[in-house]
């Protein structure tokens, strides 16, 4: 077979996902407003709605309400409900936007201070479902707080840091500002209620957040912690939290954040700088919502099934790329690379969960056989909780693409597709949930099974 061209020039990633309706609550309470005339743009219904739920921007289910337009510009001038003709459109993009700014950003930029973020900089911010990614330039401003000012909105966003798109999408006489914030050593990214820090100088081993973990911290709103506001009962079963190979303790930091009942907090990662990067985000992340006295335990090393048991929920999205069988035994792990760790944490799923808990996984088409190998010789159950399509992301790994031969392999053997003429390479992200069979002694108490199987088939087949 004649070698496989490379072409290192990135693609896409197919997002926002979607989710079909929005919920009923949401739904009626928009529909209402608009009936009884929001013509008036008085739009008073949206502020409830926004403070019912701190950790939701809403730009995803608005959007897929179809009361934005996918493509509504929401921060340019014309969107300004100082408009006079304006629509309604506009103006909720703005009052979602405008409370982004006021509160979100704010408060998570302040929350990062003692971490050691730079006076000014950039951060990234996903929206709900992935939505949008909006570039903001923020400042520290004494007595005042911090100011946040968009830079530029990616409506696909192409990788964690897309240099590129950003760049193409932002005015010429834009982009020496952006290109100034964006080459600072300092990666701060947010996602709905939670904001990390990587100093990229000091914290050397950490290697995300990266878009693998966005996708799984929203699928932990979008099926656990949205629901707990209103099912107490619930909130109490979902006790403790463990992240394995924690990284920049995105993860971590967002269950602490949005469970307010958990009493037991643990993060581990082989890398010690990951641990201790982990430990500050966490930290800086927890706020006052945390009711409950909370034990966190972080640990640096390589993952033990002996080591960790009885968890509620358990969130990891471990290295997934397989290495060429030959290679196997000849590579040791890293941040991507590898299966070890997704087969570790499977195997020890009969005792690393508590009877009613589930483990939330991201792992690509790549290690699929892996996945189910280890899941069907373990006896546990498992679902599939992305749409049925997954979540189609580039496939952009530098190292890789210059190994012809693992290339090729990956191409051949598993599941790396061509992407159209010239647009590189691309695999597809699906999240699963995991959790012991009924013989391992499962009850599902908090009920987050039956509400994962009755939102996954409203996603279809
Ligand atoms: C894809 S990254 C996870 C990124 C992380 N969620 C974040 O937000 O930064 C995978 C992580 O798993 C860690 N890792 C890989 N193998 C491991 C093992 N056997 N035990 C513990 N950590 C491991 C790596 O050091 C890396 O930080």
């Known amino acids: 077979m004649p070698p496989t061209p490379l072409n290192l ?68 001038p014309q969107n300004q409900p100082n408009r006079i003709d304006t629509s309604v459109e506009p103006l909720i993009v703005h009052r979602v936007y405008q409370r982004l700014l006021d509160q979100l950003l704010s408060s998570g930029v302040l ?73 600072l050593g300092h990666k701060i ?79 581990i990662d082989m890398s010690p700088e990951s641990v201790l990067c982990a430990y500050r985000n966490v930290e800086a992340n927890l706020h006052e919502s945390v009711q409950a006295p909370l034990e966190k335990f972080f640990v640096c090393g390589a993952y033990s099934g002996q080591r960790f048991s009885d968890f509620s929920i358990v969130l990891c999205n471990p290295p997934y790329i397989p290495y060429i069988p ?9 941040a991507i690379s590898g299966t070890s760790l997704l087969e570790a944490v499977i195997a020890s799923v009969p005792t690393l969960l508590s009877p009613g808990g589930v483990l939330l996984m991201v792992v690509s088409d790549l290690a699929r056989r892996e996945l189910l190998v280890a899941v069907r010789e373990q006896g546990v159950e498992s679902l599939e909780v992305t749409p049925p399509e997954g979540i189609e992301v580039a496939f952009d790994q530098e190292d890789i693409l210059r190994n012809q031969s693992w290339l090729e392999w990956l191409v051949n053997e598993r599941e790396l597709r061509h992407r159209a003429e010239g647009d590189g390479f691309s695999h597809v992200l699906r999240c699963y949930a995991v959790w012991r069979s009924e013989a391992q002694g499962f009850s599902d108490d908090a009920g987050t099974i039956q509400r994962l199987k009755t939102m996954r088939a409203a996603l279809g087949t």
């Open 9 to 76: 020039t990135k693609t896409y990633y197919q997002l926002p996902y979607r989710w079909g309706p929005i919920d009923e609550q949401t739904q009626s309470a928009i529909a209402g407003q608009l009936d009884a005339g929001a013509g008036d743009h008085s739009l008073d219904f949206l502020t409830p709605l926004l403070d019912a739920y701190p950790n939701r921007d809403f730009f995803g289910d608005l959007a897929s309400a179809e009361l934005l337009r996918s493509d509504a510009d929401w921060f340019s």
């Open 111 to 183: 929350s990062l201070v003692s971490s050691g973020i730079p006076a000014s900089g950039a951060l990234l911010y996903y929206s709900d479902r992935m939505a949008r990614c909006v570039i903001f330039e923020y400042r520290l401003v004494r007595n005042r707080g911090v100011e946040c000012v968009p830079l530029v909105e990616l409506r696909k966003p192409d990788r964690l840091y897309d240099m590129d798109s950003a760049l193409r999408a932002t005015a010429p006489e834009e982009r020496s500002a952006l290109k100034k914030v964006l080459m």
């Open 189 to 267: 990214v947010g996602h709905r209620n939670t904001f990390v820090h990587v100093d990229r100088r000091r914290d050397l081993g950490v290697a995300g957040p990266f878009l693998d973990t966005i996708l799984l911290n929203e699928m932990a709103h979008k099926y656990i912690y949205e629901h707990m506001h209103q099912d107490e009962v619930a909130a109490l079963q979902l006790k403790s939290v463990l992240e394995i190979g924690c990284g920049s303790g995105l993860l971590a930091a967002a269950a602490s954040q949005n469970l307010p009942s958990i009493t037991r907090l643990e993060a």
């Open 326 to 334: 030959e290679e196997h035994g000849r590579r040791t792990a890293d």
